[in-house]
């Protein structure tokens, strides 16, 4: 399967599809598919348009990847990278960019620690941080993310630790 696939399952199976805008967590108005550009209170869409939201994001995630990832990826490890991009800011994007450039091991570790909204840690981000570095490493991801979901913060903590123990 190709990166835009592998990327697009992920970031569906953590954003879901919602056609009317709501404030996610972090308190951003957020439509479609985890869309945030241009969503105002009482927006509605189309599931096509959605779709075409989902792309242009995946888009503007590809060209943030092009301009600070220097080293070659393989596609599960791009695919890890565009649902990361999707749902960072572009600060972030640069740190974790210059950790992969400089270390994989490093950048993985790393990774993990981008799961914060509104200053707290989110239970739904620390799932997606995990399920990313699973795919980044072409491990299964999706009974796993689905598993945790019915943990605790603690719990999840745990339980990544066990994953990545050794690793």
């Known amino acids: 399967m190709a990166a835009k696939e592998l990327a697009s399952?992920?970031?569906?199976f953590f954003e879901g599809c919602e056609l009317e805008a709501y404030l996610c967590p972090a308190r951003?108005?957020?439509?479609?598919?985890?869309?945030?550009?241009?969503?105002?209170?009482?927006?509605?869409i189309t599931e096509e348009e959605a779709t075409q939201r989902l792309y242009e994001d995946m888009h503007d995630s590809q060209k943030r990847i092009d301009r600070l990832v220097k080293i070659k990826l393989a596609p599960h490890e791009h695919a890890a990278l565009l649902s990361l991009g999707f749902n960072v800011s572009y600060n972030s994007s640069i740190k974790l960019a210059g950790y992969l450039n400089g270390d994989k091991e490093l950048?993985?570790?790393?990774?993990?620690?981008?799961?914060?909204?509104?200053?707290?840690?989110?239970?739904g981000l620390k799932i997606r941080r995990i399920a990313e570095r699973l795919l980044f490493e072409e491990r299964p991801w999706k009974d796993i993310a689905t598993k945790m979901q019915k943990m605790s913060i603690e719990e999840i903590e745990d339980y990544s630790h066990k994953l990545f123990a050794g690793v």
């Open 28 to 44: 951003i108005w957020t439509i479609g598919v985890g869309s945030t550009k241009g969503v105002h209170e009482g927006m509605v």
């Open 9 to 12: 399952e992920l970031i569906k």
């Open 107 to 123: 950048f993985k570790k790393k990774l993990l620690l981008y799961c914060k909204g509104g200053g707290k840690v989110l239970k």
